[in-house]
């Protein structure tokens, strides 16, 4: 483990951190069989990962995101016809939606950028959606090429802060589930600010515990140690925004199927798990999985969507204005 200072609440330096969940393995991928611990902000209550790895050596825990065989079948899929970027569309329609509810007005021609891209699914329906004019920006140049060639999107390579894009040349910033994955996300969302214009907005997704978190806890499905470096809570995105210099015009808490048949799986110890779901292995063991977690949507969708009303989602979705006169 590197020798970094502890890891402290990105919002409340100086807050105590007390023991949150302890013995938490990589069930999503199985790249590491570690055991991983998170600490609870007193004072927000957000999940911080400690101890962690540094970032020189994170590199290699993300090697199950994105894998050549992952990125050949998606592509092979979509080259038959199949409509493999269902997501993107959800969540271009749901961040239009957003757009719409804070009066931010007609998104056609806007400049947007969507930091930590990925494959390009968000990027490519806001851009045929919305009728923006969409940049992404992503680490990984595996999945950039892959944006670029299946999408025909414009992406940078490397991370928000080396790209030094001219200061306002956006009018939205778009950020789906990037910040769990950063070091210094204060300073990222300064980045934000910077470069969306005043008046534009910055739209950010993240997980966030939720009753499933109580629960199940390290066998919570969107924990995913050790790439997930925080879990934020409303409260935690809300004092880090306005530190950043944004003001908060859109709290919610959505909701996905799933998290609920896929966190009981990973109780029972399941490995791997995205392999098996969308691998298409044919053995018995990873037949059962399947079938039990698709067998268990018809439970999952309507108690999750239950939940979610009472308690509130798992992700956590944030609009926020670059004030017009900052
Ligand atoms: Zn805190």
């Not at 020798?3 to 199985?30: E, G, I, M, W, Y």
């Not at 910077?194 to 978190?213: K, N, Q």
Request: positive net charge.
């Amino acid at each position: 483990m590197s020798s970094l200072p502890a890891p402290r609440c990105p919002a409340h330096p100086d807050a105590k951190l007390v023991p949150a969940v302890a013995n938490a393995k990589d069930q999503f991928f199985t790249v590491t069989e570690e055991r991983w611990s998170y600490q609870r902000c007193s004072d927000c209550r957000a999940l911080i990962l400690d101890p962690r790895p540094g970032p020189e050596a994170i590199g290699p825990y993300y090697r199950g995101y994105y894998t050549d065989q992952f990125l050949t079948r998606l592509e092979r899929q979509t080259q038959g016809g199949k409509r493999a970027f269902g997501s993107g569309r959800v969540r271009a329609l749901g961040f239009l939606r957003g757009l719409d509810r804070i009066g931010f007005g007609s998104p056609v021609g806007k400049r947007l950028l969507d930091v930590g891209a990925g494959l390009g699914a968000f990027a490519r329906y806001a851009r045929d959606l919305g009728r923006m004019v969409v940049r992404g920006v992503d680490f990984s140049a595996k999945t950039a090429e892959f944006a670029r060639r299946i999408h025909g999107l414009d992406i940078d390579v490397n991370e928000l802060r080396t790209q030094n894009y001219p200061e306002g040349s956006f009018d939205l910033v778009t950020a789906w589930h990037y910040l769990e994955h950063v070091y210094d996300p204060l300073a990222e969302l300064k980045e934000m600010r910077r470069v969306v214009a005043p008046g534009g907005i910055v739209m950010v997704e993240t997980p966030t515990p939720s009753l499933a978190t109580k629960i199940f806890g390290p066998s919570w499905m969107y924990l995913m140690p050790p790439t997930h470096l925080y879990h934020y809570r409303p409260q935690t995105l809300v004092t880090l925004f306005e530190q950043a210099g944004l003001e908060v015009v859109r709290v919610r808490r959505p909701w996905f199927p799933g998290e609920w048949a896929g966190s009981l799986l990973f109780t029972l110890g399941v490995r791997n798990f995205t392999e098996v779901l969308f691998g298409g292995g044919t053995s018995l063991r990873e037949r059962a999985i399947r079938a039990a977690f698709f067998g268990m949507m018809p439970l999952d969708v309507p108690w999750g969507a239950l939940v979610a009303l009472i308690f509130g989602g798992s992700n956590l979705r944030v609009y926020a204005r670059r004030p017009a006169d900052g």
